[in-house]
Each structure stands twice: as structure tokens, then as C-alpha cells.
């Protein structure tokens, strides 16, 4: 089973810039797509972006050009860099795996 760990969070103006870092553990992490989600206060889960084992990215229209995903396969990280960052960005930020989820970390954007 995957377990996996959320962190980075917190509050940051509007046009400012965040790196969150989701660390995996279990086996076979590598050959899973891994992604981000987010959940805003009243709305569902949404996808923000996606990475396959060979680096393929997939966004939401709402973040591209301003946030980017990557991995590090050899240690089971998976990275979200969000620069420009908006108040409509405020949201608890999910890392998945397969069928694993994070406990979550949130972000605030706020001035």
C-alpha cells in the first residue's frame, strides 16, 4: 500500500509563489501516473495537473502556465511549483497514487 505526505502549504499573497512536495512510500511507485488535486471550501475534488512515469504532464486550463509538475522517481517525490498564484487557488491540495491519497496541505492565497 502507498502511503504518501503532503507538505509546502500555507498563506501567501496573491502573485506569489508556493512549491509543494508529496513524498511517496511503498513499492512499485514509478510505474504509477501521480497527481495533484485540489479541494476548495464547498466544492468537490478537482484535478490540477498530472505526471506520468515518463514525465507526460496533463493541467487543469485554470493552472496552466502558471504551475508546473514534476517527479523524482529515484526517490519517490513528486513536486507542484504554483507561481502567480490567485485567491481562487485557495484550497486543501491532495497528492495521489494509484488508489492512495495524502492527508492534504492547504493553501491559502490572501492579501
Known amino acids: 500500500q502507498v502511503q504518501l505526505v503532503e507538505s509546502g502549504g500555507g498563506l501567501v499573497q496573491p502573485g506569489g509563489s508556493l512549491r509543494l512536495s508529496c513524498g511517496a512510500s511503498g513499492s512499485m511507485i514509478s510505474i504509477y501516473t501521480m497527481g495533484w488535486y485540489r479541494q476548495a471550501p464547498g466544492k468537490q475534488r478537482e484535478l490540477v495537473a498530472t505526471i506520468t512515469p515518463g514525465g507526460s504532464t496533463n493541467y487543469a486550463d485554470s493552472v496552466k502556465g502558471r504551475f508546473s509538475i514534476s517527479r523524482v522517481n529515484t526517490k519517490n517525490m513528486m513536486y507542484l511549483q504554483m507561481n502567480n498564484l490567485k485567491p481562487d487557488d485557495t484550497a486543501v491540495y491532495y497528492c495521489?497514487?494509484?488508489?492512495?491519497w495524502g492527508q492534504g496541505t492547504q493553501v491559502t492565497v490572501s492579501s
Open positions: 495521489n497514487v494509484h488508489e492512495s
